[in-house]
């Protein structure tokens, strides 16, 4: 991992301290929502659906199934 530059680390500390910044932090954290819970329940379907559009929207091409043949699992 390369060290930042000086230039670099003084425009994260100004960004640090900005109030606008600051501000759109807090609004995003008190808007956000995990889309899986349901009335306070977890819903696999949803899990599922997220994932499935996730991995559509990144182009992740599925692999083939392949069985897991193992002859000692143990946990």
Same mark, same amino acid.
């Given at each position: 991992?390369?060290?930042?530059s ?13 109030f606008?910044v600051?501000?759109?932090?807090e609004?995003?954290s008190s808007?956000r929502?995990n889309?899986?819970?349901? +009335?306070?329940?977890?819903?696999m379907?949803r899990?599922?659906?997220f ?7 990144? +182009?992740?091409?599925p692999?083939?199934?392949s ?9």
């Amino acid at each position: 991992m390369s060290i930042i530059s000086e230039q670099e680390r003084q425009e994260m500390l100004r960004l640090a301290e900005s109030f606008s910044v600051k501000k759109d932090m807090e609004y995003l954290s008190s808007h956000r929502h995990n889309p899986v819970l349901v +009335n306070g329940a977890f819903d696999m379907d949803r899990l599922i659906e997220f994932l499935s559009q996730f991995n559509e929207f990144i +182009n992740h091409q599925p692999k083939p199934f392949s069985p897991m043949i193992e002859k000692d699992m143990k946990l």
